[in-house]
Structure formats: structure tokens, C-alpha cells
């Protein structure tokens, strides 16, 4: 996954969407009664690397993904359909957390990319390790 952005979606003007910081929205959690926060980040999904194979915006692939949401300890609470279904390239994806720092460390990918390494044949307990550069 390449060239993070911010994603600034419409949602954000209605009254349920509290801007804390630039980027970063306190708001009900879609899955639980509490308040969370909210980033979107838009991306690419680089189909050459390891666990992104046949990825796109309507294929976003579990491996880096998944990587995400344990590396920032965040989930997934918009995946922008319509978004994603009429993009080529761009992936759009909106993550939350109960943790404010959660979401800022998030948003540390801004400018970066993050996938998938495969671990050396040595490393029996790892078959891949995530890297951000």
C-alpha cells in the first residue's frame, strides 16, 4: 500500500461529526454506545506485493489490511463502497478507535507505504512482517 492521503468525506459536515484535529473526528461508533474517533485515509494497493496479489479498490486484501489494524490497534468502520467501486486506483477506508493517540499514530502512514515483507525461511514463527517506509 502506497501514497496515503487524507480523505476528507462529505459525512464530516453533518452535526453526528465533532473535528478534534485536522483529519481526525470524534463520533458514535457504529458498532457499540460509546464515542470513538475517526480518520480516512485514501491509498493504492500495489497488486506486486506480497499479500496485495489481484488487490484493488473493490479488493482490498486481508494481508495488509489486517496489518493496519493491529499495527495502529484501530478497525474499520466505513469501507466508501460507492467510492471504491468507481475508483481504479484509489482506495478509500475510514478507521476508527476509542483511543485518540490510536487514530494520530494512524495517521503517521500519511506520505508513506506500508506491506507486507516476506520473514527469511529462518523465522519459523513469522511467515511475513509489516514494514513502513
Known amino acids: 500500500m502506497k501514497n496515503f492521503r487524507n480523505y476528507t468525506s462529505e459525512k464530516y ?3 453526528d461529526f465533532q473535528e478534534i484535529e485536522e483529519g481526525i473526528y470524534k463520533t458514535g461508533s457504529p ?3 460509546q464515542d470513538i474517533y475517526v480518520t480516512s ?4 494497493m500495489e497488486p506486486e ?3 496485495e496479489e489481484d ?3 473493490r479488493n482490498l486484501t486481508q494481508i495488509p489490511i489486517e496489518g493496519i489494524l493491529d499495527e495502529f490497534s484501530v478497525y474499520v468502520t466505513d469501507f466508501y463502497d460507492q467510492l471504491n467501486e468507481t475508483s481504479e486506483t484509489i482506495c478509500y477506508q475510514e478507521f476508527g478507535s476509542s483511543d485518540l493517540s490510536n487514530i494520530q499514530k494512524l495517521r503517521t502512514l500519511i506520505g ?3 506491506y507486507a515483507a516476506l520473514c527469511d525461511e529462518e523465522d519459523e514463527d513469522e ?3 509489516m514494514v513502513m517506509e
Open 13 to 15: 459536515r453533518k452535526p
Open 31 to 33: 458498532y457499540e454506545d
Open 41 to 44: 485515509l485514501s491509498f493504492e
Open 49 to 51: 506485493c506480497f499479500g
Open 55 to 57: 488487490a484493488s479498490p
Open 112 to 114: 508513506k507505504r506500508f
Open 127 to 129: 511467515e511475513y512482517t
